[in-house]
């Protein structure tokens, strides 16, 4: 019994199909498997980016034409996409190999911020500065940091000022033999009407912001910093 056991055609048959079935599911698994090895795979880590700079540090009042160079390997496909509202990619949005991507950035209107681009998976980080303060300049009346036509008659103390986003404004504001030495002595960006009395070595100061006040600092002979030089 046991040696007719042993040579049972059936069990032959059966160790065949086993053999056949280990090698069919040896092959499936091998095809399945991804091919990691360059672009025409595209298998996870099969095309890295490299950004550089890695970040950019921008200021408060915005800026464009900002350039974000992208390696990459040879046939590697890449796009870019903003993470954030205040940030535009205007060229180079999607690639092939190593490129560039072009991007903007509107200016901040408040605290600091940051921001991202995804480009290729890979995150490239801005960060933006708090809103600049005011530009100041001279004879700027209403803030807008430009200078504004004006005149001061000193036969009749009056001011003459025609503001580039205002409009025009008079202020009678001195006499005859007053200095004028607008400037912006409450911070609020704008040039308050102002002058200075040798007489007595005061200023007279009409703030936009703060409203009148008088500063005694001076004598008969001084010559006030905040007038222009003639």
Sequence with gaps: ?????????????????????????????????????????????????????????????????????????????HDARRLDAFITVTAGATGVGNGTVTYQVAANPGAARQGAILIGGTRFLIDQAEKPPPRRTAFDFDGDGKADVGIYRPTIGTWYVLRSTQGFFSEQWGNSTDKIVAADYDGDGKADVAIYRPSNGTFYILGTSSGFKAVQWGSLTDMPVAAPRR
Excluded: F, Q, Y
């Design 1 to 77: 019994m046991s040696g007719h056991h042993l040579n049972d055609p059936r069990r032959s048959i059966l160790a065949r199909l086993a053999a056949a079935t280990l090698i069919a599911l040896t092959l499936g698994a091998a095809a399945a498997e991804p091919d990691n090895s360059g672009p025409a795979g595209m298998g996870a880590g099969a095309c890295p980016v490299t950004l550089t700079p890695a970040s950019v540090k921008v200021g408060g009042e915005g800026a464009d034409n900002l350039v974000v160079n992208v390696g990459v390997a040879v046939g590697c496909p």
